[in-house]
């Protein structure tokens, strides 16, 4: 248990559904991650958030739009959805945004048909 | 941008015997380096990692060596056991790209009792 945890674990949707995946840290820290883990692919850091504010958005297209309400809760709302956007989707947060240890959530695995 | 690559891809070794991954990195002002360990199901955990005023780090079997000149570093697991089966990355980031870490594309190791 890393003190991060990710709702829900599994989803499976079509190309014209929207769905939502959130993420909830009980750490105290201030920032927090989406990536995305695809088979046989590095991990791809999606958004970064600093205190509430996006800081980072890796050229990630806009079907997906991150939402940070507070330092606690991250969420990931996905609309019109294509089949290679089926992965990993992991949270993860840190201490601050600088180089400190990230925690990971266990991810949810996403599969678009 | 950084590039991080990373070998084997796969490895198996028997209980009790070393394991050696590696890495290397491009861009010279990369000065953090995490090594994560992902197990089936879960999301990636912190296991070491190392700044790069310092040329090695050891906690209990595992041990991380960094060479900033050759712009290498290398995770050795001693005395295997089963659980240390999972999937290794490595990451390198820096000060000025704070919170984003590149990954390599990940190492799965087989520890045979």
């Known amino acids: 248990e890393t003190g991060v945890t990710q709702t829900p674990r599994h989803l499976v949707m079509g190309m014209t559904n929207k769905k939502s995946l959130k993420c909830e840290q009980h750490?105290?820290?201030?920032?927090m991650y989406w990536y995305k883990q695809s088979a046989k692919k590095p991990l791809e850091l999606m958004f970064v958030y600093s205190l509430e504010e996006r800081v980072e958005n890796n050229s990630v297209p806009s079907r997906f739009s991150p939402e940070c309400p507070n330092s606690s809760h991250l969420f990931l709302h996905l609309h019109t959805l294509q089949p290679e956007d089926s992965a990993l989707y992991l949270c993860a947060s840190s201490r601050n945004r600088g180089l400190n240890e990230q925690y990971f959530g266990p991810g949810t695995r996403l599969t678009v048909t | 941008g950084e590039n991080v690559e990373q070998h084997p891809s796969t490895l198996s070794v028997q209980e009790g015997d070393s394991a050696v991954i590696k890495c290397t990195y491009s861009?010279?002002?990369?000065?953090?380096f995490p090594w994560y360990k992902q197990e089936l199901g879960k999301g990636p955990q912190l296991i070491i990692d190392?700044?790069?005023?310092?040329g090695e780090k050891k906690d209990q079997r595992i041990a991380v060596t960094l060479n900033k000149t050759a712009k290498h570093f290398s995770l050795h697991i001693t005395e295997t056991q089963p659980e240390d089966s999972a999937v290794y990355f490595c990451?390198?980031?820096?000060?000025?790209?704070?919170?984003?870490?590149?990954f390599g594309d990940g190492t799965t190791l087989t520890v045979k009792p």
């Open positions: 861009d010279s002002a990369s000065n953090y």
């Open positions: 990451a390198a980031s820096f000060n000025t790209n704070a919170g984003k870490s590149t």
């Open positions: 750490l105290g820290h201030n920032a």
């Open positions: 190392i700044r790069s005023n310092v």
